[in-house]
């Protein structure tokens, strides 16, 4: 059985994998009709749904581990990034299957939506004021952190890492549905 401290330490690792394959990632779509990129322009394209189904549940098992598990209660941000991400798992989930491309645009809108909340969290827990009231209800506080790893790792920017990836896949499969 992890510990929290083991289970966060993994997480933070599993953002900068995250992190890492986002640039990657952008830097091959951009260069993909070049020789080298093309068969992980190929890879990305053909498999991306399935991908995006794997981080979406691997992002929904561990927001209600945390929350249901270990207790630690969700704040009206975290809550909001939820309604972003939860939805994307039943969408790949039945577009996956049936190789459903145009799923693409949805995703990509959910992201972008879910990422720029997660960024003004992790703006808050880095420090940042508040220009806007946190949408709490007295439960929990959107500036307090319960993960941070590495002096930068927030479970906002684990979010904002998750979103980030998934719009960049995103990207793959759309580009491959117009082909």
Not at 54 to 83: D, N
Not at 109 to 129: I, N
Request: aromatic letters at 16%.
């Amino acid at each position: 059985m992890a510990t929290l401290e083991t289970l966060n330490y993994l997480i933070a690792l599993g953002t900068i994998g995250m992190q890492v394959a986002t640039v990657a990632l952008l830097v091959i779509f951009f260069f993909r009709k070049s020789a080298w990129a093309l068969r992980i322009t190929k890879i990305v394209s053909d498999s991306g749904l399935w991908f995006s189904l794997l981080l979406v549940i691997a992002g929904t098992a561990l927001s209600l581990v945390y929350s249901e598990y270990f207790g630690i209660l969700p704040c009206g941000l975290c809550w909001l990034q939820r309604v972003f991400l939860y939805p994307q798992l039943v969408l790949f989930a039945l577009s996956a299957p049936k190789k459903d491309h145009y799923i693409a645009d949805y995703s990509i809108v959910l992201s972008v939506l879910g990422g720029v909340v997660a960024l003004y969290q992790h703006y808050l827990q880095m420090g940042g004021t508040s220009t806007l009231p946190c949408p709490a209800s007295g439960v929990a506080d959107c500036a307090k952190r319960f993960l941070f790893e590495f002096d930068y790792i927030t479970f906002p920017l684990v979010a904002f890492s998750s979103f980030a990836l998934l719009f960049v896949i995103m990207l793959f499969v759309r580009q491959r549905r117009s082909s």
